[in-house]
């Protein structure tokens, strides 16, 4: 099936394949278009094979599209991540943090004889609260773990944020001394940065901490626009 460009949706005894092309041309457009779901794409290959969406009828029982869909997406991306990884082992551009150290040729590359700069490479960092995920348990199920991991270089494992956490202190304690709210502004400044910016507030008025397991992602760029490191902020905002 792969040498005529068909990726079978089971191991053994297929009845369903997927193109190749099918697969690389969802790819791309989920990239642009992340709301644009495995379902949705299968009812587009449904209208265009006049067939009906919910099911497709074989010999012995009914195939779910969306199923056999996203089973065959996923062996394409494991197959995509394996070439990538042989390239890059064969290029030498496996070692560690080689692509946070060569993505930006501006801040990572340097001319002979060039002038050093009173800051040779400027990064920013933010969050964003737009990728909830709430609590499996909090309607009443049991908690389920997701064993999954990143397979981009970009992400940082929890392992290596929660390293960092202060004092080992949890999100949501109050803090006494927090006079976040006390800062003076000058009468001439053109805006109240305290009403308006409320990140860096209290974390016992974000009561959404409470309730979801990741609040977010949290992104580190440098000034070129180039991303560098992404990680999830769990049961946090931005510490």
């Known amino acids: 099936l792969i040498y005529h460009g068909y990726l079978g949706c089971s191991l053994l005894h297929p009845t369903v394949a997927i193109s190749l092309r099918t697969l690389a041309a969802y790819r791309q457009s989920h990239r642009t278009c992340p709301w644009f779901s495995v379902q949705a794409q299968c009812k587009a290959l449904c209208h265009l094979h006049d067939v009906q969406y919910s099911i497709v009828l074989s010999l012995t ?3 779910y599209v969306n199923t056999q869909f996203s089973d065959a997406y996923d062996v394409y991306l494991e197959i995509l991540h394996r070439v990538d990884s042989l390239i890059k082992a064969a290029l030498k551009c496996d070692t560690q943090d080689w692509r946070l150290l060569t993505l930006c040729p501006c ?3 340097k001319l002979d004889d060039e002038d050093n700069m009173t800051f040779e490479w400027l990064a ?3 969050g964003n609260n737009s990728l909830k995920r709430w609590l499996s ?3 009443g199920t049991s908690p389920r773990d997701d064993s999954r991991t990143q397979c981009s270089d970009y992400w940082l494992h929890r392992a290596n944020v929660d390293q960092f956490q202060l004092n080992g202190a949890q999100p949501h304690e109050v803090n006494p001394t927090d006079d976040w709210e006390d800062v003076v502004q000058s009468d001439s400044a053109p805006f109240n ?3 308006h910016w409320q990140n860096a507030g209290p974390e016992a008025r974000k009561h959404m ?3 979801v397991d990741e609040s977010g992602i949290f992104i580190a760029a440098c000034r070129h626009r180039f991303i560098l490191l992404v990680c999830d902020m769990v049961k946090s905002g931005e510490l």
């Open 61 to 63: 029982n009914h195939i």
């Open 107 to 109: 801040c990572c590359y």
């Open 124 to 126: 920013t960092i933010d």
């Open 137 to 139: 348990s909090i309607y």
């Open 193 to 195: 940065c305290v009403d």
């Open 209 to 211: 901490f409470l309730v």
